[in-house]
């Protein structure tokens, strides 16, 4: 738990005054993020037996991310391109005798499409107007739901709810999670209306946040599933007592992306 603790606040001392500047120390803080995350994506299907194009995965997040924040009239073609030269390569690979290559294609490009395309809201949100409110409103409701799941759940939990794919999670961890993102979502609603720019009800806080805590599990339950099939406990090793990169933004990616159009249909 110390360990837990230490890396949590080092993140957060380097993560908030990037968070605060935006612009570029946002971008190579999230990035680094999602490239992470691509490699630890590789190295978990490598681990299960198939054969990704690692560095053309992490390296097509690397571009398509970039061009998400700065570019992003160009992302729709760098994405398409890209989803192309995978194809071509496991061709390639396939006339050099890999038999699955067809499935690898497949992981490649899912990689791509998780972490570049989608793991981009993370960026996207930072873009609103306001968007730096914006992203201290979203992550730490998503924060809310998974510490109270994780501590309450630890000392109550009693009734497994996904016993193949993280047997510690249980439904008291996940009710504890929804009522204190509720709460959470809730005071940081009339906090940034008071004290900051929003003009968001308490009420509307206070359903996002249960929105959050209802869903956002899905993103770690889904890391969960591609960590069984590679029989790994962690993706990676990057961060004591926490685990690799993709551990850490399995439910930020669903967070930013439950976010971002939350505040463009109901909020904006």
Sequence with gaps: MSKRTSTALVLLLIGFPALAFGGIPYFLFMGFFLVAAAWEYTELFRAAGSQPARWMVVGGVAVL??????????????????????????????????????????VSVGGLVYMGWVGAFLLDLRQLENGGWWVMFVLPCVWFADTGAYMLGAAYGKHRMTPRLSPKKSWEGFAAGAFTSLLGGGFLAYAYSTWGP?????????????????????GDLGESMLKRQAQLKDSGKLFPGHGGA?????????????????????VR
Excluded: C, K, Q
């Design 198 to 218: 929003l003009n968001l009800p308490i009420w509307v806080g206070a359903l996002f946040g249960l929105l959050v805590a209802v869903l956002t599990p899905l």
């Design 65 to 106: 991310v970039a061009a998400r924040f700065f570019y992003p009239a160009a992302a729709i073609p760098i994405f398409t391109f890209s989803i192309l030269a995978l194809m071509a390569f496991h061709l390639f690979d396939y006339e050099r005798g890999n038999d699955h290559a067809g499935l690898d294609f497949s």
């Design 246 to 266: 993709f551990d850490r933004i399995d439910s930020w990616i669903w967070g930013a992306v439950l976010g971002y159009y939350f505040i463009i249909w109901f």
